[in-house]
């Protein structure tokens, strides 16, 4: 289910089928595979960075974003997007879904009123979710996949318990732990992860980049 898969550092992630999506493309190295779809979750530095963009764009990429991301992009087919639409690229089905804080010590950095974005997307026949930067929010629920990619840095987002709760409650065919070992939360927090959303299958990528936390 993961074989598609490379993840670079933090969400940054790249998915190569038939066709190549990048999401949240940060931390890419020269010459990899140019997109010909790219997925912004939100306007933060590390899921929205404008050389990565540069980096994996060539004529005819298709870039879905928030509306405060898409404005600040200068070229290209850029597409803004809000919470709970239904959309086509490049023969995609892809939903976006809410990607927000609630909890007090948090709402500040992901407000629920910047629309920021989580994407739900089948490809290659697996429907995997990309959940950006959020807390157990009501909405995961709702979230049918089977496969979920969910921030377990804390902090910011939502820390291994947390996550886990999330997960169980969506209990896809297999859970992916994201956005921890860089900016914030230690390296063995995917492991945590891992060990507490069992029976579920929980798998811990390597990624491009070394980790930066402990």
Known sequence: ML???????????????????????????????????????????DHFDQADLDRVTKDGTILLAPEDVSAQIPAGDVRGVKPDQMLEAAGLQIATVPAYNF????????????NWVGYVVDLGGTRSYFAGDLDHIPEMAD???????????GTYTMDPVEASGAIKQMAPMMAVPYHF????GSRSFGDEFVRAIAPIEGTVMKPVNPFEQP
């Open 103 to 114: 909890l007090p010590d948090r709402t500040d950095f992901h407000p629920r009123d910047n």
């Open 181 to 184: 070992g860089f900016v914030v």
């Open 3 to 45: 074989d598609a898969f490379t993840w670079y550092k933090q969400s940054a992630l790249k998915w190569k089928g038939n066709i190549v999506v990048h999401i949240d493309p940060w931390g890419i190295p020269e010459g990899d595979d140019k997109a010909d779809v790219i997925l912004i979750t939100h306007a933060h530095f």
């Open 143 to 153: 979230i049918k996949a089977d496969l979920a990619f969910v921030p377990v840095g």
